[in-house]
């Protein structure tokens, strides 16, 4: 099993371009979440899915958007990148029942 | 709003010492308290604790959750270099199994 995959591991992006964060897990987990790590603040929830076709939104969502329409995929879309979404992200999974959450290995995302 | 707070937020000790990372939480509808440690890179799961008073042990690593005090510790005995790394802390919501997290705990262990 791969576990979490999360791709670009590393991204570029200039100030108003739009991309996607890949996010995809192979164990069938219900719950999955999107994390940004910024020095001293920690891990904030961004968005997070409890099953295939719903989602709510975490602590700061703005400037994101995200859907789950398969139980493996839950990708995160920047939708106009600003300077304070550089950021480390962290896509992670849970099943049901007991057991913490796995992560990926995230995507560090620089927006200049 | 939840809130979990991690205290020390630094610590240096040598190699052998025994450590004890604190952990206080405010969290909405509390399942579980899960303990993370990170590395450089993606967080790695540690211990969930879900019942008061029930110490989980993982060779020199342990730790116990006081749900009447909302409060877990995480002991590192006897430790190594290796165990230099950010400690996280997060509590687990039951409603929407999210997890908030505290700003962590850096652990230095110096030879």
């Known amino acids: 099993n791969a576990g979490v995959t999360q791709t670009p591991k590393f991204q570029v992006l200039k100030t108003g371009q739009s991309m996607t964060l890949q996010c995809a897990q192979d164990?069938?987990?219900?719950?999955m979440s999107w994390y940004r790590q910024d020095p001293g603040m920690g891990l904030r929830l961004i968005h997070y899915?409890?099953?295939?076709?719903?989602?709510d939104q975490g602590e700061v969502p703005n400037g994101y958007n995200v859907s789950r329409s398969t139980t493996e995929d839950f990708p995160l879309r920047l939708l106009s990148a600003a300077p304070s979404q550089t950021s480390v992200y962290f896509c992670?999974?849970?099943?049901?029942?007991?057991?913490?959450?796995?992560f990926g290995s995230g995507t560090r995302l620089t927006v200049v | 709003e939840d809130k979990v707070v991690q205290s020390p937020l630094s610590l240096v000790v040598h190699e052998g010492d025994t450590v004890t990372l604190n952990c206080s939480y405010e969290?909405?509808?509390?399942?579980?308290l899960l303990w993370y440690k990170q590395e450089k890179k993606a967080p790695t799961f540690l211990f969930m604790l879900?019942?008061?008073?029930i110490e989980k042990k993982s060779g020199r690593l342990s730790s116990i959750l006081d749900k009447k005090e909302l409060f877990s510790i995480l002991n590192i005995t006897a430790t190594q270099t290796g165990d230099s790394a950010v400690y996280l802390c997060?509590?687990?919501?039951?409603?929407?199994?999210?997890?908030?997290f505290g700003k962590g705990t850096m652990l230095l262990v110096s030879p």
């Open positions: 879900t019942s008061s008073g």
């Open positions: 969290v909405t509808n509390f399942r579980s």
């Open positions: 164990m069938n987990h219900e719950y």
């Open positions: 997060a509590g687990l919501n039951s409603g929407y199994s999210t997890l908030t």
């Open positions: 992670a999974s849970r099943a049901t029942g007991e057991g913490g959450y796995t």
């Open positions: 899915s409890v099953g295939a076709g719903i989602t």
